[in-house]
């Protein structure tokens, strides 16, 4: 189909003259995320009552499933420049798009772009109407990748308008600027178009996109060289230094936090001019749909590519068990600004966040084991054997055996003290602009001083809005919490250490450089 050719062709364009991609030098460190953005985790339950839908729906899980989005879609945005604060403070210029209220002008500073745009939604075989305004000085148009519209390379010039109208298509989809691609799409002119089926509760027609909770992860990446001066920039220069899940990069990304056991969809937008390889430690992704179009055979991930321009759609059973697992870039875009930045590792950073799994979710009725019902033998009836006539002894009995000095017991050993384990170090660092990051570093020690991988643990913070309070540490004994956006001084105390056998000594707690007492640690 015509529209299908143009989606490859829009993906061939952002890759064409990009050259060559500087590497990037990963943390690996995989911590906790933070609940800092506001449209992240969309529960489906979207606002009937709101005509355009720009759904930054509220970070709670639907108790039921989802209901269905308006019928028909009609919405106005404007394309304007703006600026992005990125997590280490630096202040980035962008070109986004911004819904726009009836009778107010795009030029009105009450209009700020979003990075990315407005999550737009419709129920499928809905009427889309959507007016772009545009407020930036070279031409802009707009492109629903996947929907029946055809192509609008020219776009309209600054203080000019225009309508794009279509039928919807069920599936996950991105709008985006179709002039100037290579260009306006990094700036920021992109956002999530969902497409919901006349089913409630299914990505797409198939009774096997059932889900209970959705997110919708817009994947992108910003250069601040080409976003400093788009005009002259040379695209084989294009060197990415932040990488953004719904435009925030580590640790500001959302947590994900699904009922337990619940069936959560995830919708992946690649809005970048980059590949994105998003990765799933300790639960598995069911693929289910590619660009909009549902799979006839899911398979199962844990690592799937995300070309640039295209979407994906995976379903995940959430560990039934609860905990925490590790949603992240495969191509280690894990880094935030240049390496000069003092953010540049936080630990981590970039394109990861994390799945959380809540309470009170569905609860899995085990399989009763059949109880085996023992099967009777033969009983077997005693045969008499010939009655033998005793006969008289004639040996002369043996005297008895003299009795043996009895052996004296083998004394008890003395018992082994169990091996314990300790705190053995406590470091904390403020990171970030107005030191607004607290980390803490905790050292984890046996008895013999010895130090302790695969030891979860526990603790808490004494104040902060997003806050990570457990780990397991490395095969240096090391950890890593976080705190984020809180007021100065800031308090971790370490409640518990557990690892299988050992037992946790707290009274044996110590920090070598004494800026704590081992259990403690305050900055």
């Given at each position: 189909?015509?529209?299908?050719?143009?989606?490859?062709?829009?993906?061939?364009?952002?890759?064409?003259?990009?050259?060559?991609?500087?590497?990037?030098?990963?943390?690996?460190?995989?911590?906790?995320?933070?609940?800092?953005?506001?449209?992240?985790?969309?529960?489906?339950?979207?606002?009937?009552?709101?005509?355009?839908?720009?759904?930054?729906?509220?970070?709670?899980?639907?108790?039921?499933?989802?209901?269905?989005?308006?019928?028909?879609?009609?919405?106005?945005?404007?394309?304007?420049?703006?600026?992005?604060?990125?997590?280490?403070?630096?202040?980035?210029?962008?070109?986004?798009?911004?819904?726009?209220?009836?009778?107010?002008?795009?030029?009105?500073?009450?209009?700020?772009?979003?990075?990315?745009?407005?999550?737009?939604?419709?129920?499928?075989?809905?009427?889309?109407?959507?007016?772009?305004?545009?407020?930036?000085?070279?031409?802009?148009?707009?492109?629903?990748?996947?929907?029946?519209?055809?192509?609008?390379?020219?776009?309209?010039?600054?203080?000019?308008?225009?309508?794009?109208?279509?039928?919807?298509?069920?599936?996950?989809?991105?709008?985006?600027?179709?002039?100037?691609?290579?260009?306006?799409?990094?700036?920021?002119?992109?956002?999530?178009?969902?497409?919901?089926?006349?089913?409630?509760?299914?990505?797409?027609?198939?009774?096997?996109?059932?889900?209970?909770?959705?997110?919708?992860?817009?994947?992108?990446?910003?250069?601040?060289?080409?976003?400093?001066?788009?005009?002259?920039?040379?695209?084989?220069?294009?060197?990415?230094?932040?990488?953004?899940?719904?435009?925030?990069?580590?640790?500001?990304?959302?947590?994900?936090?699904?009922?337990?056991?619940?069936?959560?969809?995830?919708?992946?937008?690649?809005?970048?001019?980059?590949?994105?390889?998003?990765?799933?430690?300790?639960?598995?992704?069911?693929?289910?749909?590619?660009?909009?179009?549902?799979?006839?055979?899911?398979?199962?991930?844990?690592?799937?590519?995300?070309?640039?321009?295209?979407?994906?759609?995976?379903?995940?059973?959430?560990?039934?068990?609860?905990?925490?697992?590790?949603?992240?870039?495969?191509?280690?875009?894990?880094?935030?600004?240049?390496?000069?930045?003092?953010?540049?590792?936080?630990?981590?950073?970039?394109?990861?966040?994390?799945?959380?799994?809540?309470?009170?979710?569905p609860t899995p009725t085990p399989t009763p084991v059949p109880t085996?019902?023992?099967?009777?033998?033969?009983?077997?009836?005693?045969?008499?054997?010939?009655?033998?006539?005793?006969?008289?002894?004639?040996?002369?009995?043996?005297?008895?055996?003299?009795?043996?000095?009895?052996?004296?017991?083998?004394?008890?050993?003395?018992?082994?003290?169990?091996?314990?384990?300790?705190?053995?170090?406590?470091?904390?660092?403020?990171?970030?602009?107005?030191?607004?990051i607290h980390i803490v570093t905790i050292t984890v020690h046996d008895?013999?001083?010895?130090?302790?991988?695969?030891?979860?643990?526990?603790?808490?913070?004494?104040?902060?809005?997003?806050?990570?309070?457990?780990?397991?540490?490395?095969?240096?004994?090391?950890?890593?919490?976080?705190?984020?956006?809180?007021?100065?001084?800031?308090?971790?105390?370490?409640?518990?250490?557990?690892?299988?056998?050992?037992?946790?000594?707290?009274?044996?707690?110590?920090?070598?450089?004494?800026?704590?007492?081992?259990?403690?640690?305050?900055?």
């Amino acid at each position: 189909m015509m529209n299908n050719q143009f989606h490859i062709d829009v993906s061939k364009r952002r890759i064409i003259g990009l050259g060559i991609i500087l590497p990037v030098i990963a943390g690996t460190l995989l911590i906790g995320a933070l609940l800092l953005f506001n449209y992240v985790f969309l529960p489906s339950q979207l606002l009937a009552g709101d005509p355009e839908t720009v759904a930054r729906a509220a970070a709670a899980r639907p108790q039921a499933a989802p209901v269905l989005a308006p019928a028909n879609l009609t919405v106005e945005l404007c394309a304007k420049a703006g600026t992005a604060t990125m997590v280490d403070g630096v202040s980035v210029d962008i070109w986004g798009f911004a819904h726009k209220p009836t009778g107010v002008p795009c030029s009105d500073s009450s209009i700020v772009p979003q990075l990315p745009g407005p999550v737009l939604a419709v129920t499928e075989g809905g009427i889309v109407n959507v007016t772009l305004h545009n407020d930036l000085s070279e031409n802009v148009s707009l492109q629903f990748v996947g929907q029946d519209e055809p192509p609008d390379l020219t776009g309209v010039a600054n203080g000019g308008s225009k309508t794009y109208t279509f039928v919807a298509k069920a599936g996950s989809y991105l709008y985006e600027s179709g002039a100037n691609v290579s260009t306006q799409v990094p700036m920021g002119l992109y956002g999530a178009f969902v497409v919901y089926p006349a089913t409630a509760g299914q990505a797409y027609g198939s009774a096997a996109s059932a889900y209970d909770e959705e997110a919708i992860l817009v994947l992108s990446e910003i250069d601040p060289v080409l976003n400093a001066n788009p005009g002259s920039f040379n695209l084989l220069n294009y060197a990415p230094k932040y990488w953004l899940i719904n435009g925030e990069a580590y640790p500001d990304t959302d947590l994900l936090t699904p009922a337990a056991g619940s069936r959560l969809l995830i919708r992946y937008l690649n809005a970048g001019h980059i590949h994105h390889t998003m990765t799933l430690l300790g639960a598995g992704q069911q693929v289910i749909a590619m660009d909009g179009y549902e799979l006839t055979h899911p398979f199962s991930v844990v690592a799937q590519t995300i070309p640039s321009g295209q979407t994906m759609d995976t379903i995940i059973t959430v560990p039934g068990t609860g905990g925490r697992v590790p949603l992240y870039n495969r191509q280690l875009h894990l880094t935030n600004g240049s390496a000069a930045s003092p953010d540049h590792f936080v630990p981590g950073g970039g394109m990861m966040t994390f799945i959380e799994a809540a309470a009170g979710g569905p609860t899995p009725t085990p399989t009763p084991v059949p109880t085996d019902t023992p099967v009777p033998g033969p009983t077997d009836t005693p045969v008499p054997g010939p009655t033998d006539t005793p006969a008289p002894p004639t040996d002369t009995p043996i005297p008895p055996t003299p009795t043996d000095t009895p052996v004296p017991p083998t004394p008890t050993n003395t018992p082994v003290p169990v091996n314990t384990m300790h705190v053995g170090d406590l470091d904390m660092v403020r990171r970030g602009s107005g030191g607004h990051i607290h980390i803490v570093t905790i050292t984890v020690h046996d008895s013999s001083e010895t130090p302790l991988a695969g030891v979860l643990v526990n603790g808490t913070w004494s104040g902060g809005s997003a806050t990570i309070s457990s780990c397991i540490t490395n095969s240096s004994g090391q950890c890593t919490v976080l705190s984020a956006f809180t007021t100065n001084p800031l308090t971790y105390t370490v409640n518990n250490l557990t690892s299988g056998s050992l037992t946790y000594a707290p009274g044996s707690n110590h920090d070598p450089d004494g800026d704590s007492d081992g259990t403690s640690i305050t900055q």
